[in-house]
T-cell receptor, first 114, second 113 residues
């Protein structure tokens, strides 16, 4: 099925460990995003990539890095995980930065940092 | 800084009731207002959207009402069903800008059978 695929679905990290969350879309979308979802906070943008080869900071970028590997793939890296990064992470894509085309979200990665 | 404020945080209604979720925004440059629906364990999905040149938009049982002067918009679900139980997010964007969608904090809706 066409859509956005995120891996892994669940992950437990110890404080200070690093990991990379993977995201791939097969809809030929230009723009991709990483959000985190926390109770009562809604969805907050971490980083986005308006097009292949570009990345920009969102609302909460501290402690994260991203790579737009190609048009299909956009990864999120935690270099030194902290308990405050315990969250559900969503990757999304859109035809371009115009939200009226709709964002397609993956099913999320539930990350726990202990 | 929360540019889109959503209420209530949670809402419980009986089947057939009309839940109403409200959002208020601060940035008058916003000109696109979508609503996303999220079921447990899934990512959000676009439900319905409105632009400020109209005051109301209906798609099936879902209606958005928009009040430009008050900088508020709301989602109404007619004849709600247990299958509508989900988390609903409002959002806003300035079309054509480099800025991305700004989401509200979400409303967890439960429709009792």
């Amino acid at each position: 099925n066409a859509g956005v695929t995120q891996t892994p679905k669940f992950q437990v990290l110890k404080t200070g460990q690093s990991m990379t969350l993977q995201c791939a879309q097969d809809m030929n979308h230009n723009s991709m995003y990483w959000y985190r979802q926390d109770p009562g906070m809604g969805l907050r943008l971490i980083y986005y990539s308006a097009s292949e080869g570009t990345t920009d900071k969102g609302e909460v970028p501290n402690g994260y890095n991203v790579s737009r590997l190609n048009k299909r793939e956009f990864s999120l890296r935690l270099e030194s995980a902290a308990p405050s990064q315990t969250s559900v992470y969503f990757c999304a894509s859109s035809r371009d930065r115009e939200a009226s085309y709709g964002y397609t979200f993956g099913s999320g990665t539930r990350l726990t940092v202990v | 800084q929360q540019q889109v404020k959503q209420s209530p945080q949670s809402l419980i209604v009986q089947k057939g009731g009309i839940p109403i979720i409200n959002c208020a925004y601060e940035n008058t440059a916003f000109d696109y207002f979508p609503w996303y629906q999220q079921f447990p364990g899934k990512g959000p999905a676009l439900l319905i959207a409105i632009r400020p040149d109209v005051s109301e938009k209906k798609e099936g049982r879902f209606t958005i009402s928009f009040n430009k002067s008050a900088k508020q918009f709301s989602l109404h679900i007619m004849d709600s069903q247990p299958g509508d139980s989900a988390t609903y997010f409002c959002a806003a964007q300035v079309s054509g800008s480099a800025r991305q969608l700004t989401f509200g904090s979400g409303t967890q809706l439960t429709v009792l059978p």
